[in-house]
C-alpha cells in the first residue's frame, strides 16, 4: 500500500528565506507524487506533479522538488520565500485511482 | 477550459439530516474523486465514480453514498447525519489514474457543518 509522511506540520522561514518541505513515500510500484497547496478557505491546486520522468520537478510558483528514490522523499523546495507562499502544503501519492495525502505542513512566513 | 465547480459552498444542517453535494467536472475529464478534510486534517478518500459506477470506495460507511451522470457532474449524499460530518468536501476530476497533464483537479469544496 501507498503513503506519505511529511515531516513538520508546521514549518516557518524568514521572507527571502530557503522553503524546505519535506515528504517521505512509501510503495510498492514505482510512484506518481503530488504536491498541492491549500490557502484559506480554499481547496488544493496543484503544484508540481513526479511521473517516472524527470527527477528534478519544477512547478507553478516557483517551487520545485526532487525524487530521490534512494532515501524515498519528494521534498518541496523554493529558493526565496514569499509572503504569498504562506498556506498549507500537502504531500500525495497515487495509489489504486485514488490519490493519498499526507497530514499536511503549514508554511509560515516571518516578515 | 472550465475547472471543477461545486456547490454549494457552504451548508448548515442538522444531525440527523441528509444532505446532497454536487460537483462539476473539468472539460475532457471522466472520473470523478470525492474526499472529505476534516478540520487540520489531509484529505481523506470517500469514493470515485467512473463511467457511472463506483469505482473504489475509502473507509467510510454506506451512509455516504454518489452518483454520476453522463455528464460526468456527480453527486455526493450524506444520509443520518453525525456531528463528525463536519468537513470540507473535496471532488477531483480526472482522467482514469490521473492521466494527462493535469492529473486530479479539485475544486473549491463545500464546507459541511452539522450542528
Known amino acids: 500500500a501507498q503513503s506519505v509522511t511529511q515531516l513538520g506540520s508546521h514549518v516557518s522561514v524568514s521572507e527571502g528565506a530557503l522553503v524546505l518541505l519535506r515528504c517521505n513515500y512509501s510503495?510498492?510500484?514505482?510512484?506518481?507524487l503530488f504536491w498541492y497547496v491549500q490557502y484559506p478557505n480554499q481547496g488544493l491546486q496543484l503544484l508540481l506533479k513526479?511521473?517516472?520522468?524527470?527527477?528534478l520537478v519544477k512547478g507553478i510558483n516557483g517551487f520545485e522538488a526532487e525524487f530521490k528514490k534512494s532515501e524515498t522523499s519528494f521534498h518541496l523546495t523554493k529558493p526565496s520565500a514569499h509572503m504569498s507562499d504562506a498556506a498549507e502544503y500537502f504531500c500525495?501519492?497515487?495509489?489504486?485511482?485514488?490519490?493519498?495525502f499526507g497530514k499536511g505542513t503549514r508554511l509560515h512566513i516571518l516578515p | 477550459e472550465t475547472g471543477v465547480t461545486q456547490s454549494p459552498t457552504h451548508l448548515i444542517k442538522t444531525r440527523g439530516q441528509q444532505v446532497t453535494l454536487r460537483c462539476s467536472s473539468q472539460?475532457?475529464?471522466?472520473?470523478v474523486s470525492w474526499y472529505q478534510q476534516a478540520l487540520g486534517q489531509g484529505p481523506q478518500f470517500i469514493f470515485q465514480?467512473?463511467?457511472?459506477?463506483?469505482?473504489g470506495r475509502g473507509n467510510f460507511p454506506p451512509r455516504f453514498s454518489g452518483l454520476q451522470f453522463p455528464n460526468y457532474s456527480s453527486e455526493l449524499n450524506v444520509n443520518a447525519l453525525e456531528l463528525d460530518d463536519s468537513a470540507l468536501y473535496l471532488c477531483?476530476?480526472?482522467?482514469?489514474?490521473?492521466?494527462?497533464?493535469?492529473?486530479?483537479?479539485f475544486g473549491s469544496g463545500t464546507r459541511l457543518t452539522v450542528v
Open positions: 477531483a476530476s480526472s482522467l482514469p489514474g490521473g492521466q494527462g497533464n493535469y492529473g486530479y483537479t
Open positions: 510503495s510498492s510500484v514505482p510512484p506518481y
Open positions: 513526479y511521473t517516472s520522468a524527470a527527477t
Open positions: 500525495a501519492v497515487r495509489g489504486d485511482d485514488k490519490i493519498i
Open positions: 472539460s475532457g475529464h471522466n472520473t
Open positions: 465514480y467512473y463511467r457511472e459506477e463506483e469505482n
